[in-house]
């Protein structure tokens, strides 16, 4: 699970909002768990689907609601970072949703069945 830092924002729908300087997230995939064979070491693996998410502390501007973001559904969600943006195509934001009254923030995670980086 790699964190992305040079955070810059996160856009769902293709509303930006300002963002925390690190995230993390999850391209999906698939990942591999080795069989064990009774004293003879490997005898093959398994295979499991991994979810691919991005979790990410977002900071709500004057006239964004909180709701709009917390119970956004199969949203195109773009993670965007100085050096990259993570892409997924059809997230949906899953979990509380924490507010933060303090600094006007929500702790997000979406999730979805595949994402990608681009440069």
Do not use: W
């Amino acid at each position: 699970m790699p964190t992305a830092a040079g955070v810059r924002s996160l856009k769902v729908n293709g509303v930006s909002y300002v963002t925390a300087d690190t995230a993390t997230y999850n391209l999906g995939g698939k990942q591999r768990e080795t069989i064990a064979g009774g004293g003879r070491g490997s005898v093959g693996h398994t295979e499991k689907a991994r979810t691919a998410f991005i979790e990410v502390k977002a900071h709500l501007d004057e006239g964004q609601k909180s709701e709009d973001v917390i119970n956004a559904k199969f949203a195109e969600t773009q993670l965007e970072c100085v050096d990259r943006t993570i892409v997924m195509d059809s997230g949906t934001q899953v979990g509380s949703g924490d507010i933060d009254a303090s600094d006007n923030s929500v702790t997000l995670r979406f999730e979805g069945n595949s994402a990608r980086e681009v440069s």
